[in-house]
């Protein structure tokens, strides 16, 4: 079983790489992006169990240690 | 009167620490390797600046979970003085014995210069011998620094008098040209409620003898000898 953990900035939080890389598409030529906000993504191969267990472990992992709840949102896919 | 200073895998201002300590502000100091659950025996504790873990994940986000943080967790909540510069201030953040975060430097560089300091308060224990409206000259070197915590936050750190040092011009003016990373509010080190807990970006133990360029920062360990030495330590 598989899971995606996105991380990303909380919104108000201001992410310099994400402007940086906006102005460097815009000097590429790539018009019409608005805004570029930089995340990270994790995945994560877990040992089968059921989802509801699966969930409520990625949550705690997110909380505790995966994200910093004071700058960062998370989001968890389980797949299969 | 003896204090510990933390090596986590990373920690490379440990001995920076530790000479300032001993040779400088003449505390008895020992090393304590991050492994170790128990602080008995020490009296302050010094998280020194480095770069734990590689910063992998986020600045300090691993080294909270070595076994140490615990320890200093305990030695925070009886009222022992600690003290987080750099790296170590990420810990005591990602820890949550301090309020807030770090984020990367609003310039997206990594900031190695002197700085100059506002101090706003002399009731934790690394500033009872700097009078507010001090200023000093002391050196940052960080990639991460970039303070940030919500409104309400913020709100209450300065209510409750809990920003002990804000980046200014030589002055003393708090002005957004002297603010070398993008800090909220030009925020460069914060205590906790009791008082006991300071995180600092900048480096007072690279600046304790005028050798160095400044000694502005030996007053953080020398205010911590003169607190420790009225509680007969």
Redesign the interface.
């Known amino acids: 079983m598989k899971a995606k953990i996105f991380v990303t900035l909380k919104k108000g939080v201001l992410d310099p790489q994400g402007k940086a890389i906006h102005a460097s598409l815009t000097h590429l030529g790539i018009g019409g992006v608005e805004d570029v906000r930089v995340g990270k993504f994790m995945e994560l191969t877990l040992k089968e169990t059921g989802r509801d267990e699966a969930r409520m472990r990625l949550e705690e992992a997110c909380r505790r240690l995966l994200a910093n709840t004071v700058i960062e949102d998370y989001r968890i896919e389980i797949e299969g | 009167m003896k204090a510990a200073v933390l090596v986590f895998p990373g920690s490379n201002c440990d001995h920076d620490a530790y000479h300032a300590l001993k040779y400088v502000a003449g505390v008895d100091a020992e090393f304590v390797w991050h492994k170790q659950s128990s602080l008995a025996g020490f009296d302050a504790v010094v998280v020194p600046g480095g770069f734990t873990y590689g910063d992998y994940?986020?600045t300090g986000?691993l080294a909270k979970?070595s076994p140490v943080m615990g320890a200093v967790k305990r030695f925070a909540g009886e009222g022992g003085p600690v003290i987080g510069i750099c790296n170590g201030f990420q810990i005591l953040?990602?820890a949550g014995l301090l309020?807030?975060?770090m984020?990367?430097?609003?310039?997206?560089h990594f900031v190695c210069d002197y700085v100059y300091l506002a101090a706003e308060t002399s009731r934790t224990p690394f500033t009872g011998r700097i009078p507010p409206g001090s200023i000093l000259k002391v050196p940052v070197a960080h990639y991460q620094g970039?303070y940030?915590?919500?409104e309400k936050t913020l709100f209450s750190l300065e209510e409750r008098g809990q920003v002990v040092f804000r980046y200014c011009t030589p002055d003393g003016r708090i002005t957004e040209d002297a603010n070398p990373n993008?800090s909220a509010r030009n925020i460069a080190g914060i205590c906790n409620e009791a008082g006991n807990v300071l995180g600092m970006m900048p480096h007072p133990e690279r600046c304790a003898e005028a050798v160095l360029g400044s000694e502005d920062g030996r007053q953080v360990f020398d205010s911590m000898v003169s607190w420790l030495k009225e509680r007969g330590k």
């Open positions: 994940l986020r986000a979970l953040l990602e309020p807030g975060a984020i990367v430097n609003g310039s997206l970039n940030f915590a919500d993008g």
